[in-house]
Each structure stands twice: as structure tokens, then as C-alpha cells.
């Protein structure tokens, strides 16, 4: 176990997260000392008496480990801001001509690689060139978006640490729960007009039934106007995460074609049999292509796919055969992640359970293997994505994320994912109905955070409650 000990809460979250960079298979653990004179200490089978701030802790982790991060010092979500700050504090530069200095200034202000340099600057443009104006400016955009949350998968995968749950566990506490989701989207449409985004996930929202998936889909059109809104032009996209193979039918596809919606996911996470077993997905290779196909046949020309690189037992080329499948059903857009390990996920847990099995107690789930080598299959899915005449266009990253990577979504010019831009970069208020889910209210005046002692920000954000019980009781009466 390492300690972070540190002298005030300033600090804590980072150097906490920066040594669990340095150390992922170790436990680690987090305390403020007021008393303590020195900003940061380790102790522990790491131990640091002195040092003084965030820079000085990751020059001398660096030094202690021999190895440097890809993405340096940065322990954010979304490293591409900082990007698109720079290219606003330099207006001057051409895209070509800026990257060198750029890469430059991030290594030396953040110790980022210039692979990883290179990839936040060319996905900063790739967001002005989807909408310059607001980018350049920095301006929030006019309207809102809308997210709806459903609960709900035919399975929980062993890495998952969202508020899903098996819908044959909870098979009747569906319509109970669509109830409560009806009634908090009525209380939250007061104020607003029709959304310009909307994005329907989970979970996995088409695990409902099919007269379920289509009460919803009527249900949000009613409140928020999404026919008309398509119709008019406001909406500039409606998506809903198909996402599990196993819960698409041509029932629903045709549900969701009648709806308007433009963009969906089919996501395999791999396309390895021996994985899908292991990870508890319950869909065989054949239903992602069976899915994949008839979407085409009804229409979309929108279709998303995820990967997840690190998966347990997967080689290099396990996962190169992966993206030789993706790349023969040609999807519109690829998002390619890195396995996190979440400590509510069967896997963190089995990661918790591994350790007090070291120290003689037992334990009754097993981490599958690690990963051959992160970085070349994210290489690999940057090499095939590419083929596929896509380019990255938006990125971010998790806590727990393996090897200290981070998460890219691909398109082919046109198919990009709007609502993945406004959410990473904050540029617009997003509202969130369903457990688990989150509102994020930005203003372009600064407003006093309530839940920061007051402190003045640009954005105020609240959660939903995640228990599916809980916001039935919350939200259904």
C-alpha cells in the first residue's frame, strides 16, 4: 500500500491520482495532515519525505520509476480544453505551423509526449472546424441538450461501473421507472425550448421491451418537441445507444427510424468470442454483424461502433483481428477505449479481492490477464481508423484508465458525434433525466457554485440520484 499524504485538500485529488498513474497495481491510499509542513509525503512501500508541489511530484515519481507518462502530469478528463485554450491565446498560428510549437509548450508546461501533444492539437481543430465561431470565442452556444438515461442492460459486463442494471432482474420495475423518467422530464422542461442535441443512453436503452422503447421515444417527443424540432432543423442530431447486439431487433431499428433518430451504436467492445465470454457479454460475434447489417438495410448511415483496448486475455493480435472485422462492416464513426477499472465494477472489485487474498484472505473473483502492449493496440485502431477515412475528433479520459491512456472517438467527415464535442468541451447546457444521470448548466457570466463553498465558475453541475429504486420513490410519485 502507498500513502499520499498531504498538507492540505489543494492538493489531495491530484497527487492521489498522479501516484495511482505511477502505481496502478498498487492499493493507494489518500489523507490531509494541516500539520504536516511539506505539501506532499509517500509512505508505504513508496516512500517521499519532501516534496513540494504538483510539478516536483511527478519530476520525482518520474525519476523514482524511470518512466514517464503519455499524458505527463495531467490527471483531467479532458486535456483537449487546454488545447483549445492555447490555439485562443494564439490566433495567429496556422494549423500546420502551430503544432511544433504547441507540442513544445505542452511537454514543457505538462511533461505531455508529443504523440499525445499532437493528437489534443489536431482534435482541437477538428472542433473549430465543427463550429469555428464558438470555438474561437470561447462563447457558449445558444439552446441546450437534452440526455435521457436508461438503467437497463441484457447483461453487466465484469469492467462496467455505470448505475445499469440486468433488465431480467428488474423486468418489472421497467415501467415503474419510465414512470418516474416521464415525470422528472415534465419538471425539467419547464424554461426550456426544444433541445439541439439529444442523446439517449445508459445502460442500454434498447434492452426494453419493444412497446417500452417506443412509449419512450413518443414520450420525449411530447415533452420536448424532437418531431418538430427534426423537422425544423433545430435538432442537428438524435441519437440513441443501441449498443448491445443482442437487444436490437427489426422491431425497434424500425422504432427508432419512425422516431427521426440520426445516429445510433452498435458496440461490440471486441469481436473475440473467448472475450465476449469473459467479460460477461452475452452476444456471440455473429449478432454484432447481424445488427450491423440490418441497420444498414433499414437506413442508417450513422452508425457508431465501440472498442475497448485492454480487455483481459486479449493480445495485440486478438485485437488486430478485432478491427479486421470492424473494418469490413465499414461503420460511420469509431470510438476506441481504454479499459478503466472502476472499483464498483465485478472486476475492481476482483482486483480488491486478489489483494486481501495476497494478505491470506479470500477471495472468489479473479482479474483476467492485463493487456500485451496498450499502446500499439491503440496505434493499431488509430491505423485502422484511418483506413477507414476517419480522424479523431474528440477525446477524454477516466480515472482508473489503463496505462495512463484515454479515449478517442473517430469520424468520417459529416458523421461526428456533436453531443460528445459539447459535453467534453462544456460549451452548452446539458440536461440530464433518468438515474444516474448529470445536468450541466453553463453560463457566460460566472456564477457562485454552491457545492465549492461559493466559489465563482461558468458551470453548475448536479446528479441524479443512481439507485433505480431510489429514483423510482424520487421521481414516481
Known sequence: ??????????????????????????????????????????????????????????????????????????????????????????????????????????????????????????????????????????????????????????????????????????????????????????????????????????????????????????????????????????????????????????????????????????????????TLQAIGRSHSVEQVREAFRMAREMGFDNINMDLIMGLPGETNEDVRDTLRQIREMGPDSLTVHSLAIKRSSAMGIAKKLSRREESGQPADLQEGDGPSDISRMIRDAYDCAGEMGMEPYYLYRQKSIAGNFENIGYARPGKEGLYNILIIEELQSIIGCGAGSSTKIVSEEEIPNPARNGQMTHMIRSENVKNIEEYILRFGG
Not at 499520499?4 to 497527487?15: E, P, T
Not at 487546454?82 to 500546420?96: M, N
Not at 509526449?113 to 463550429?131: G, N
Open 1 to 274: 500500500m502507498i500513502r499520499v499524504i498531504c498538507s492540505s485538500n489543494q492538493i489531495i485529488y491530484y497527487a492521489y491520482h498522479l501516484v495511482k498513474a505511477f502505481y496502478p497495481d498498487r492499493e493507494v491510499t489518500s489523507e490531509v495532515n494541516p500539520c504536516q509542513k511539506t505539501p506532499v509525503r509517500l509512505e508505504g512501500e513508496v516512500v517521499l519525505d519532501r516534496v513540494d508541489g504538483e510539478r516536483s511530484l511527478y519530476e520525482t515519481l518520474r525519476n523514482l520509476t524511470g518512466q514517464d507518462l503519455p499524458w505527463g502530469m495531467l490527471t483531467g478528463v479532458r486535456p483537449t480544453k487546454l488545447a483549445s485554450g492555447w490555439l485562443r491565446e494564439h490566433p495567429e498560428v496556422q494549423q500546420q505551423s502551430g503544432m511544433e510549437e504547441f507540442s513544445e509548450w505542452f511537454g514543457r508546461e505538462r511533461f505531455v509526449s508529443r504523440e499525445k501533444a499532437e493528437l489534443a492539437y489536431r482534435i482541437a481543430w477538428k472542433e473549430r472546424e465543427l463550429s469555428p465561431a464558438d470555438f474561437r470565442s470561447r462563447k457558449y452556444l445558444p439552446g441546450w441538450s437534452l440526455y435521457i438515461g436508461i438503467p437497463f442492460c441484457p447483461s453487466i459486463c465484469s469492467y462496467c461501473s455505470f448505475s445499469s442494471g440486468a433488465i431480467g432482474k428488474y423486468r418489472d420495475r421497467v415501467d415503474p421507472y419510465l414512470d418516474a423518467l416521464f415525470n422528472e422530464m415534465r419538471q425539467k422542461k419547464e424554461g426550456f425550448g426544444i433541445p439541439s442535441t439529444v442523446y439517449i443512453g445508459g445502460g442500454t436503452p434498447t434492452s426494453l421491451e419493444t412497446q417500452q422503447l417506443k412509449r419512450l421515444l413518443d414520450e420525449a417527443d411530447s415533452v420536448f418537441g424532437i418531431a418538430e424540432g427534426l423537422a425544423c432543423g433545430v435538432i442537428r442530431e438524435y441519437t440513441v445507444e443501441a449498443g448491445r447486439p443482442d437487444s436490437i431487433t427489426r422491431d425497434k431499428l424500425e422504432i427508432l427510424r419512425q422516431h427521426g433518430v440520426t445516429r445510433i451504436s452498435i458496440n461490440p467492445q471486441s469481436m473475440q468470442p473467448k
